[in-house]
C-alpha cells in the first residue's frame, strides 16, 4: 500500500486552528486524476490542491473537494502558494503565474512584517439571475424569507466558481444559519451544483464591511466552507455590478468563519476594466502538520 504525504496548511489566517484549512500534495505529477480524487475524499477537508509542473505558467495547480474536481479555489492557492514560499521553491520571486482550469492567473508575494500575504487575481465575473422559490431558499439554511435583504438581488456569482450570492438583513441571522445541502439542488434550479454565499452588510469587526458564511454544494461532499476566496471575490464584482454602480472599483475586508469558531479575513480589490473587472483577493496563510495518505492501489 502506497502513501503520499499531504501537508495541511491554515489560509486566511495567520493562527494555526483558524481559517479555512487546505490540504496541499507537492510534485503531484505522477498522481493520476483518480488517485488525486482519492486523497481529497480521504483528507476530507474541503479542498485539496495538487502542485504539478507546467509549460505555460511557473506552477499548475488542481483542486479536489472529496467529491468532485474543481476549477478553482481561492483558499487552497493561498495555501499552497505560502507552502511553495517558505519552503523556498520560487526563490526570491515576488510574482509569478498559476496554470488554473479557468486559465493562468498572476499572483503577487509581499511582505508585511513577518507575514507572507498572497494577491491572487480572478477570473472574469460572471452572474446569472436566480429565479426559484425565495421561501423554500431561505427555509434550505434554516432561515425565512424576512430575513434576506431583497433590496439587493439574489443571483448566482462566478469567478471562478459558482455560488449564489444570497443578502442578509441582520448579523444576528448567521447563528442560526443551518444548512439542508440536500434540499440545495431542488431549489437551485438554474445551478443545481452551486454552493450558497449568504452575507451581510452588518460586520463583527469595524474594518470588515461584509460578513459572509459559504455552504457547500452537496455534490463536494462538505457542508460549509470557513472563509472562501472564488466567493469573495465574486462579492467585490457583485458589490460594483448591483450595489454602487458608479464606482469604478472597491476594497474591503470579508469577514467569515467565526460561527464554526474558524474566523478569517480576505482582502478584495476589485476595478473595473472596459466590459470587464479585474478582481483580486489577498491573505496569508500558516502551517500545520504533515499528514501520511494511505492510497488504496
Not at 495555501?79 to 521553491?89: D, F, H, I, P, V
Not at 465575473?125 to 435583504?149: C, E, M, Q, W, Y
Not at 441582520?170 to 452575507?199: G, Q, R, T, W
Request: charged share 25%; aromatic share 8%; glycine share 8%.
Amino acid at each position: 500500500m502506497a502513501e503520499v504525504k499531504v501537508y495541511h496548511y491554515d489560509a486566511f489566517s495567520a493562527v494555526p486552528g483558524k481559517g479555512n484549512p487546505a490540504g496541499v500534495v507537492f510534485d503531484a505529477d505522477d498522481l493520476s486524476e483518480t488517485v488525486m480524487q482519492q486523497i481529497a475524499h480521504k483528507v476530507g477537508f474541503n479542498e485539496t490542491v495538487f502542485v504539478l509542473n507546467s509549460r505555460t505558467a511557473d506552477v499548475r495547480l488542481r483542486y479536489f473537494t472529496p467529491g468532485h474536481e474543481i476549477n478553482l479555489c481561492g483558499h487552497a492557492t493561498m495555501a499552497s502558494l505560502y507552502g511553495l514560499k517558505t519552503r523556498g521553491l520560487l526563490g526570491d520571486q515576488k510574482s509569478i503565474t498559476i496554470e488554473t482550469n479557468v486559465g493562468i492567473l498572476p499572483i503577487r508575494f509581499e511582505q508585511d512584517g513577518d507575514t507572507i500575504n498572497m494577491e491572487m487575481k480572478q477570473d472574469q465575473p460572471h452572474f446569472v439571475p436566480f429565479r426559484g422559490d425565495i421561501g423554500k431558499l431561505a427555509s434550505s439554511i434554516n432561515l425565512t424569507s424576512d430575513d434576506l435583504d431583497l433590496s439587493m438581488p439574489i443571483v448566482y456569482g462566478s469567478t471562478g466558481t459558482w455560488t449564489l450570492l444570497i443578502p442578509i438583513r441582520k448579523l444576528d441571522s448567521f447563528s442560526i444559519m443551518k444548512p439542508d445541502s440536500a434540499e440545495f439542488p431542488e431549489v437551485l434550479l438554474e445551478n443545481p451544483k452551486a454552493s450558497l454565499h449568504p452575507f451581510s452588510f452588518e460586520t463583527r469587526d469595524s474594518e470588515a464591511m461584509m460578513h459572509a458564511r459559504h455552504f457547500s454544494s452537496p455534490y463536494s461532499g462538505t457542508t460549509e466552507d470557513p472563509v472562501t476566496g472564488t466567493a469573495s471575490g465574486v462579492m467585490g464584482a457583485y458589490y460594483l455590478t448591483y450595489v454602487n454602480r458608479e464606482a469604478d472599483q472597491v476594497k474591503f475586508v470579508v469577514e467569515q468563519g467565526h460561527e464554526i469558531g474558524r474566523d478569517g479575513k480576505v482582502e478584495v480589490s476589485v476595478t473595473r476594466e472596459g466590459d470587464g473587472m479585474d478582481v483580486r483577493i489577498k491573505g496569508t496563510a500558516v502551517f500545520v502538520r504533515e499528514m501520511n495518505i494511505e492510497l488504496d492501489i
